[in-house]
């Protein structure tokens, strides 16, 4: 299959690209390089430029001829950047994506597998989140993921829309890089637990937030997976993506472990593989922090025989050789 990826110089899209060449199809990048990374999109056919550009997608489609199916990844995706800008992630998130599956449309592109997020469930108190949960966002950013998956479905849904069909995969906490070590995460730093962890030292102590709530041992419940699992399970999505949609046309489903890990369990294990001790002190919850929880993934599992292949231990060994073979990779500073 030939298949067009969306912000594939970025994290997630540059994974999928690797994940769909090796099980021999043909990945297409178009990004705009806002983020991400040119070394990753210039693997494959790479055109450069926005999702709503209505003559570069012209020209995409002239070049490649008919595509199978699109992966939409490309988003703005920080969160307190969203809370301080929302205006640009509704233009970015929501209308460029109208924009985009306008274009899809046209050029008879009917599949369109779109990058959702967990953030959906945002302050559900529910430590199992099943897809038939009421989603709660709790950021302009997961409600500008949730808004992407309204569009779509009302597109797959409506009759005469040009026959297009989607799928949803709401992804939970994806770690680590490639198997290869071909692409990874491109940012530096940020506030994700990994990255507090790798970060961590005299300069930046690690202050492990919020200890009493109702978990195992009173710290947040989060979902992490290894993001080479996540790859592949969208090789597998596009390669059933007909039987999936057949009867409804749109299908939303989590992609994770389907198992919680506490945060004072995932510094357990980072201390494990790394061979570092953390230390680090607690601190009262920060204002809208909640519980947590993990995937239900019974779905995906169901439609697809997707498992994932790595541990979570895999997963943060991954993201410490990622950082330490990254910056040979890619010919600029990492930002
Ligand atoms: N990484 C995660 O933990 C995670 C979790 C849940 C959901 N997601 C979703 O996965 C997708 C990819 O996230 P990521 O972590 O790889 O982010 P990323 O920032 O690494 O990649 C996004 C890519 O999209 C490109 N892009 C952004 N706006 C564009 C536009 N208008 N036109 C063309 N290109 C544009 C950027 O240049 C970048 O390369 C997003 O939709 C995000 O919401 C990611």
New binding site residues.
Partial sequence: MKILV?????????LIAGALDKAGHEPVI????????REFAERYPFYQ????DESLLDRLFEGEGPLDGAV??????IVPESVANPGEYYE??VV?TLSLFSSLQKHQCRRILL?????VYGNSRDAVLSEDGIPCPGSP?ART?LMQEFLLEDLCLAPGEGGIRGITL?????LGAAEDLSSG???RGGS?LIARLLNHGPESPFVLTGTDFPTRDGTGLRDYFHAADLARAHVLLLESFDSITAETGYAVMNAGSGRGVTVKEFIDAFERVSGRRIDYRTGPARPGDVAGGYAHTGRLRALTGWEPRHSLEDAIESALLWEITSPLLLKAQLS
């Fill in positions: 969306t912000g594939g110089a970025g994290y997630i899209g540059s178009l990004d705009s390089l806002r983020g991400g990374r430029g926005d999702i709503a939409h990844c490309a988003a703005l995706t970015e998130n460029k990058s959702g997020s967990a953030s950013y993921k709401r992804y939970f906490n994806p995460p491109w940012r994700h």
